[in-house]
């Protein structure tokens, strides 16, 4: 079966390791271990591979993340997939650094990514891994404080969690959704 994983986040060299381009990271990992690269393509950069019986085409959408949808759509359009086989890997606020959420629809939550998402497809039930990327920050800076690069302390945790996310892409794809969370969402970090 294929599966479509987008990885959020802002293309260019200034938005790089930032917390809210943590979707890129992740599926940067999962394309590297795969022994893959990225291609650029309309409405962002693909990255095809095998994880076993599953075929992965990778997006990290080069729309910036407010417009996110446009690349979603066109791309489940092309690749002939349905929602169901989508999984959008997103950065999250209301997380604690380093800890993995496996839902199979919901709330945008205020991400701009994925509420554009949403409007785009016409729907809430798509399946999101989303990383806590922590809230340390003074109101009124969430803007500031997603657009900022991750500490010395969490930069040491940053692969095992990384490596954390691409196995809970794999179970998905391979194990399906439900399996996943039940295996995955008790974990702490």
């Not at 987008?6 to 271990?33: P, S």
């Not at 076993?52 to 080069?62: C, F, G, R, S, T």
Request: charged share 25%; glycine share 10%; with cysteine.
């Amino acid at each position: 079966m294929k599966y479509l994983i987008v990885g959020l986040g802002n293309i260019g060299e200034a938005y790089w390791g930032t917390r809210h381009n943590m979707g890129f990271r992740i599926v940067n990992e999962l394309a590297e271990l795969a022994g893959v690269s990225f291609q650029d393509e309309r409405y962002g950069a693909i990255a095809r591979m095998r994880v076993k019986n599953a075929e992965i085409v990778a997006l990290k959408p080069n729309t910036y993340m407010n417009l996110s949808g446009l690349a979603v759509r066109y791309r489940l359009q092309k690749e002939e997939l349905p929602v169901s086989q989508l999984l959008i890997v997103v950065d999250d606020l209301a997380l604690p650094f380093g800890t993995l959420r496996l839902k199979p629809g919901g709330s945008h939550g205020g991400h701009n990514g994925l509420r554009h998402i949403e409007e785009t497809l016409a729907t809430k039930e798509y399946a999101r891994l989303r990383f806590g990327i922590g809230n340390d920050f003074e109101p009124g800076r969430q803007y500031d404080y997603v657009l900022s690069k991750f500490e010395e302390a969490e930069l040491e945790k940053m692969p095992e969690r990384v490596t954390k996310a691409v196995a809970v892409i794999h179970s998905f794809c391979l194990s399906g959704i439900d399996f996943t969370m039940n295996h995955f969402n008790s974990l702490t970090v």
